[in-house]
Structures are given as structure tokens and as C-alpha cells.
């Protein structure tokens, strides 16, 4: 199985402290090493960074953790590959357009049987179960929709899909479009939102500590959503089977 | 204006002495300091790296200049703002899906009154003339072929439409999927294809010198494509106004 790393916040914010300890799981403090990918909304602009080699050996992966890229809307993941190969096709997270926005995805589990039902706006590129259910979840939103529905709409949308896709196995992923950042637990994906008072934060993976109160204003709200904890003396709150959070602005809210 | 890089190989090659003469000229020899991108593609996989600082002073492209990521077919641009603020969502390269396989985008020129036929399959997310006239150019390509067509078709429907596109501006442009390299020439663009034997070579923009004996092997081909040659003792190609060129493994076909 591979780890998945979301932010997201009411201003844009660098993800350096929990991408130290996140990477680290890819081939260092863990065992997912078959390559890794990070995805930064700016705006509704997005750029990605990905490699095949082992995040914690990866010269992109160091650059990441040093060069604080300010975002409102991130998506990181470490694969430890399940179907297709260990090359850049496969490499999460995926990116597509839909209504003239930028969508990125990225998953961890498995899925078998897939529809084939699309096609006609999107298709996968590589080789993976996690690129073609990216490729289904837009494709269903594409012909439901011409354009950005009503926000309750795309919750509703995405709440079915969701649940149609989750039957065909281990369905946990992340999905933004760089106002929105939704969230879908399978089996395992803890969160957390940080706002004022700020305190420390100490790295389960690495033994670094930050004092958030020293970067951070009293207004900023920031969610941070992970596989498993980053930090070992914060409480995350662990997302149960089948849910779906719709974060927005470092809110978590509960698709229903 | 904006400058651009190509490179199109039959073995995967790092652009790495190419990209460090081409950097130079965002911010440093040249004034084109509003963002640059790099992508690559490996296999069907594709990379980008983009920045919205100067390539002279962005660590993301120092980094590139010294991680030899081996390619057969990248696409470089460093912009000069002409349509569109200076941000992510502005900045060369552009990637779109189509036919299941990755496709990018860089423009040098400016273009006025592109039509508004498209929107079907892709829209563009940010406010540049450049990813309106690649969003038109995909477009016209999966309303003509439902699936990837024969080389000679495909290239036929690119004539047509870089003819069309040309006629609104200035249309300077390179175009892969990661198998071919299209590059057509509206004012400036210059192309030369290194073979055995090799020699050395001499950057304009930087004292820096690569022998590609050293590191080639007899049957390798590069091509390099630049707006303005990029080494001051060997002999560049100048593509005449009009002109489209389809690199494959190295060799440039004229496309009539």
C-alpha cells in the first residue's frame, strides 16, 4: 500500500515540516519506495513534482523539504506499487482538466474491475487502477455536468461515485481542484487542523520539532490529512470506513 | 517575447549543458524573467518543472541544470509576459490528455482573435493566448480522430491548423507526445543534430564547454531546437517562417 499527504488552508502555506517526516517513510522509516509525487496548488495553477527513485533518496524530494512552496491546496504521495509498473506514468499524483480547472488525485489501495464506462473525455495514461479511477470519477463528473456545479452538487456527485468505486475494494484518496480538498477513507487516513493558539509539533519519523506560533498569523487555519499521523504529540482524529470530507479554507466538512 | 527549447532523441539524454546556456537568458543574459518550465517525458510518463521566478534565480532550475534526467523528448520556455499575469497558471509548458497519452505545449509570439470553437473536450485554466491556442489545436485534433490517427494524418491536421493558428500573430511553437517533437517557426527558431561524430561543443551564454564523444555512444542522434542558437561553434539550421518540423529519433521531417 502506499501513504498519502494532503494540506489545506485558509493561506497559502509551505508543507516543508510534514514533508520532512512524510518522505521519509518512502525507503527510510518505511518500506514505500517505488517512487513519490507532490502537487502544489498556487492559485488555480498546480505543479507537481515526481520522481520513481525512493522519496527519501530523491534529489526533487530534498528540494521540496527545503524550498517552501506557499500553497492553499497540496497532495503528496509515496508508492509502494500494488498494479503497473514503477515508472513516471504511474506515479501519483495525477493531473487532468475539468472545467477549465486543473484536478489532482491520488490514491492508495485497490481496485479490481474497474468500469469502462469513459473514455470519452479522459483516459489513463499509464498503467494503474488509481489513474483510471481518476479517470472514471472526472469522466462521471465531465457528462453529469458541462460545467463547476453548485457546491452541494459536486458533494453529492462525488459521495456516489465514492462509494460505487470504494465497492470494488480499497478506495482511500485525495482530490482537489485548489479550492476544494476532498478526502476518502477506505482504512487508514487521520487529519488535523491546526489554528491559534499554535504549539509545537514534534515529527513522528524524524526528530525535528516546530513551534507553529512563530509562523504562523492568529487567523491561519490549516488542515493537514495523512495516512498515518506525522506528529507524536498532537491528536489526529482518525476518518472512519466510507467517509468523505470536503475541506475548504482548513475546514473539515463531513460529506454526508 | 519568450525563447524555447527542444529536444528530441533516439536514446534518452540529459539536457543538462543545453538547459544551463538556455536558463541564463530568464533574468541573467537575456530579459525573459517572467517564469520558465521544463518538461520531460520518460517513456509516456512526463515531468514538468515550473517556476514563476527568473531561471537565472530559481532553485528548482538549478536543480535541473544539475540532475541529469535522461529524456527523448523535452520542451523548455522562458517567458516574457505578453498576454496573461505572471503566475503558475500562465507558465510554459502547458499538459493536456489526449488519446491517452500526454501532450505538451510552449509558444513563443503573441496571437489576437483565436476562435471560440472549443471547450468541448479542454478549456484552458489560465488567461494566456498560448494555452487557448493549445487547447484549439487538442481540440480540433479529437473532433478530427477519435483515436490516435496515422502518422501522415496527424501531421496533415497540424499543418492545417498551425497554418490557421499563424495567420492571427506570431506562432512559434514546439509540440510532443513524448514519440514526436513538432516545432513551427513563425519568426525565429534554430535547430542543429548532433550525430558521430561527436565534437565539442560551446555554449553563447555561459564559458562552459561538453565534449559528446565523452558521453555518447556512435548511434546516438540529438536534435536541439532553440529560438536563438545555444553554442557559438557549431553550425544551427534557421527555420524559415512557415516552416513545421516533426523531430522522430533524432531526424527532422519536414512537414509540407
Redo the contacts between chains.
Keep these: 500500500m502506499c501513504q498519502l499527504l494532503g494540506m489545506n488552508c485558509n493561506v497559502p502555506t509551505d508543507i516543508c515540516f510534514s514533508f520532512t517526516g512524510f518522505s521519509r517513510r518512502g525507503g527510510h522509516t518505511d518500506h514505500h519506495g517505488d517512487g513519490w509525487g507532490i502537487a502544489f496548488f498556487?492559485?488555480?495553477?498546480?505543479?507537481?513534482?515526481?520522481?520513481y527513485l525512493p522519496s527519501a533518496e530523491s534529489?526533487?524530494a530534498e528540494?521540496v523539504q527545503r524550498?517552501p512552496i506557499k500553497s492553499t491546496n497540496v497532495i503528496a504521495h509515496i508508492r509502494k506499487a500494488t498494479q503497473g509498473a514503477v515508472?513516471?506514468?504511474?506515479?501519483h499524483p495525477f493531473?487532468?482538466?475539468l472545467?477549465?480547472?486543473?484536478w489532482i488525485f491520488a490514491h492508495n489501495g485497490n481496485l479490481e474491475g474497474l468500469p469502462n464506462d469513459f473514455g470519452d473525455?479522459?483516459?489513463?495514461?499509464?498503467s494503474t487502477d488509481s489513474e483510471r479511477a481518476f479517470c472514471l470519477i472526472l469522466e462521471r463528473l465531465r457528462k453529469r455536468f458541462s460545467a463547476l456545479p453548485e457546491h452541494a452538487q459536486l458533494c453529492q456527485a462525488l459521495r456516489e461515485i465514492a462509494t460505487e468505486l470504494a465497492a470494488l475494494g480499497t478506495f482511500n484518496f485525495m482530490l482537489s481542484n485548489g479550492d476544494w480538498l476532498f478526502a476518502h477513507c477506505a482504512t487508514h487516513l487521520h487529519y488535523i487542523v491546526r489554528h491559534a493558539p499554535f504549539a509545537q509539533a514534534h515529527l513522528v519519523d524524524d526528530d525535528v520539532t516546530v513551534d507553529f506560533s512563530e509562523v504562523t498569523t492568529p487567523n491561519d487555519r490549516v488542515a493537514v490529512i495523512a495516512t498515518q499521523p506525522l506528529t507524536d504529540n498532537e491528536c489526529w482524529h482518525k476518518m472512519a470506513p466510507g467517509e468523505l470530507i470536503c475541506f475548504r479554507d482548513g475546514y473539515p466538512e463531513p460529506v454526508a
Tied chains: 1, 2.
Design positions: 498556487e492559485g488555480h495553477g498546480c505543479r507537481i513534482f515526481r520522481d534529489p526533487i528540494l524550498y515508472n513516471l506514468a504511474n506515479t493531473l487532468r482538466e472545467w477549465g480547472q486543473y473525455y479522459y483516459q489513463p495514461v499509464g
